[in-house]
């Protein structure tokens, strides 16, 4: 368990309060029409999961119901930084 200081709410709440929405900042390509089977399945579906530090969505689905971004390390779960979407994008992440 941990927590989530939501940026919309000012509370520091609890995890289970949240639900994960998937990895953040995935390029969306530029001609999807013009990929493989393969290609469109590998952008869908695969996803980095690496070890350490990266990038999530969530979504304050028991609170104000808003997307945020939550920059969390995968071995502990410490949450390092929490950030709306105005604040941060993939230009300007850390």
């Known amino acids: 368990m941990f927590l989530i200081d939501c940026p919309y709410c000012k509370e520091l709440r609890d995890q289970n309060e949240f639900s994960p929405a998937g990895e953040a ?37 028991a609170g104000c119901r808003k997307y945020l971004l939550v920059k969390r390390s995968t071995i502990s779960h410490e949450v390092i930084q929490v950030s709306t979407f105005g604040e941060i994008n993939s230009e300007n992440i850390s």
């Open 25 to 61: 900042f995935i390029a969306r390509p530029q001609n999807p029409e013009a990929l493989t089977d393969e290609e469109w399945a590998d952008y869908v579906f695969y996803r980095t999961n690496h070890k350490g530090d990266h990038w999530e969505q969530w979504v304050h689905t």
